[in-house]
């Protein structure tokens, strides 16, 4: 069976996940949410950089490329916001505010 690059991707989705699921062992989720998105905007700025032919075709693609990648992710946060809203008690379970 030969893997693709869409096999690749989710096994990627699911080890980064894992690796920040394990961080918030150590650190509040909000740390962890914060550390992996500035780690995720810095590799997507060495892609981009690393892609290009040369230093005046990546400044020429900055803002271009910055508001593609800013649109992906408003769209993965809110399918996966979508999902949380429509299952919230299968994946968080159910919490009850506290009396008073």
Same mark, same amino acid.
């Given at each position: 069976? *030969?893997?693709? %690059?869409?096999?690749? !991707?989710? &096994?990627? +989705? @699911?080890?980064?996940? #894992? ?31 690393? *892609?290009?032919? %040369?230093?005046?075709? !990546?400044? &020429?693609? +900055? @803002?271009?490329?910055? #508001? ?33």
């Amino acid at each position: 069976m *030969s893997t693709t %690059d869409d096999d690749i !991707f989710w &096994e990627l +989705v @699911e080890k980064f996940i #894992n690796n920040a699921n394990d961080a918030c062992d150590n650190a509040d989720p909000g740390i962890v949410s914060a550390a992996l998105m500035n780690a995720a905007a810095r590799f997507n700025a060495y892609a981009v950089a690393h *892609s290009s032919l %040369d230093k005046t075709e !990546f400044a &020429e693609d +900055v @803002e271009g490329t910055t #508001n593609y990648l800013t649109g992906r992710y408003r769209d993965f946060l809110k399918e996966h916001m979508e999902d949380y809203r429509d299952n919230y008690t299968s994946l968080i379970g159910n919490r009850e505010l506290p009396e008073e």
